[in-house]
């Protein structure tokens, strides 16, 4: 087709889509043109802007690397991951689900770890918590012999393949249910962390006036043929970023208790003071047991990382009242 006005450039590209053979890859494609020509004339975008937003593109490629995600860390601060496993997950949407975010620090091959043992595997504070954690299927019944992958963040809020300091795999170990659907393990408790700034997200979360802080979470990942795995985060219910995550994973069915004992005889020996305990419950769908293509494969070099915190600033007063955290 010979162009002749605008209108005709999207016309012209679905009609071409129309020759794939794939009818899944014609409505996928066909959406994603119409929704960005759409996008296109709605924000009236200038060839600056265009070539702005194909630089950033090209960033978030070029930033990936095997110990960092820019992509999938990009696609959280704007709701995508969140809303694509919210649509995926309790029957499609209907029903509250213990799915959640996969998050871009997933790792395979965790070192397997028997019940009760310790994710801990290099000097790392924090107050020792216990976790017991179930997963059962639709109809309430235990699932044994599914693997259960646990990572989360240090006290100082790095995943150990951010951190030269921390030991390789550190904070991470993989599980078997047993027969009642159960795991346990030993860890510190998880603390609320900074995301990464140094690309393109930090510019955007600069550009929005938001913090880069999510609240303290463990992630679970429950593997077991015969049903659909499942990727969860158990968020702190004491923190104070659960209502403003900046990759707004946070549901309810998610939000765990961390109960603090003090004065009680604690359930491991080297323990002196006050500990946690947590437990938690997963309901797992029947489906395909398939795992993704893991967002990093290894473990950063050099020096170790630093923090760095954004303040959340106020609404503007036209558009309604706001505050920092």
Known sequence: MVIEKPSDVTAAVLAELARADDPRFREIMTAAV??????????RLSEAEFHQACALIAQLGQL??????????????????????LLNN??????ETTANLMGPFWRMDA?????????????TRGAPVFVNAWVRDPQGRPVAGAEVD???????????????????MNLRGKFTTDAGGRIAFRTIKPVGYPIPLSGPVGALLRAQGRHNMRPAHIHFMVFKPGFKTQFAQVYSSDD???ETDVQFGVTRALVGQYVLHSGEPPPAPDIAGAWYSLDHHFVIEPGEARLPRPPIT???????????????????????AGTKR
């Open 64 to 85: 990936t690397t095997a110990s960092h995600n820019e992509v999938v860390l990009i696609a959280g601060s704007l709701g995508i991951s969140a809303l694509v496993c």
């Open 34 to 43: 119409t929704h960005l020509h759409g996008f296109v004339r709605d924000a």
């Open 150 to 168: 646990v990572w989360q963040a240090s006290s100082e809020g790095f995943y150990e393949n951010q951190d030269p300091g921390q030991a390789d």
């Open 111 to 123: 070192p397997a770890t028997a019940n009760g043992g310790s994710i801990v595997r290099s000097p």
């Open 298 to 320: 290894g473990k950063a070099s050099g020096a170790r990382p630093t923090r760095a915190v954004l303040e959340r600033a106020d609404v503007p007063a036209a558009e309604g």
């Open 240 to 242: 104070p970023y659960l």
């Open 90 to 95: 309790g029957d499609n949407g209907r029903t």
